[in-house]
C-alpha cells in the first residue's frame, strides 16, 4: 500500500508544483511514477521473497528434526529386536543353532 502511495503524492507534488512556464508533460509524469512504483515493487517484493524462504526454511528444519528423531527411535527398536533374536538364539540346543547358522 505505501508503495503505491509514494508515487502517487509525487505525481500530486509535480503537478502541484507546474507554473506556466515549467509544465510537466503527462509521459513525463508517467514516467517518474513507473519508476518510482518500480522500485518500491522491487524492494518489497524482494523483502517479501526472504519472508517466504525463511519461513519455508524453518519448516523444513522442523522436518529434519522430526524425521531424525523418528530414525532414532527406529534403530533403537532395530537393535533390540536383534538382541531379542540372539538371546532366543543363544538359548536354542546346540544341535538346533547348527541348523540356522547355515
Do not use: C, H, Y
Not at 503537478?15 to 519508476?35: D, F, I, R, Y
Not at 519448516?59 to 537393535?79: F, P
Request: proline share 2%; charged share 20%; aromatic share 6%.
Amino acid at each position: 500500500m505505501v508503495g503505491l502511495l509514494i508515487p502517487a503524492l509525487l505525481v500530486l507534488l509535480l503537478s502541484k508544483t507546474m507554473t506556466e512556464a515549467n509544465q510537466w508533460k503527462a509521459s513525463e509524469l508517467v514516467s517518474l511514477a513507473g519508476l518510482f512504483t518500480g522500485i518500491v515493487g522491487t524492494l518489497v517484493g524482494a523483502f517479501l521473497g526472504v519472508q517466504v524462504g525463511a519461513q519455508g526454511k524453518d519448516a523444513a528444519e522442523k522436518q529434519t528434526v522430526l524425521a531424525d528423531k523418528r530414525a532414532t527411535k527406529a534403530e533403537a527398536r532395530a537393535d533390540n529386536a536383534e538382541q531379542k533374536f540372539m538371546r532366543a538364539f543363544m538359548a536354542l540346543p546346540a544341535d538346533q543353532q547348527q541348523k540356522f547358522s547355515k
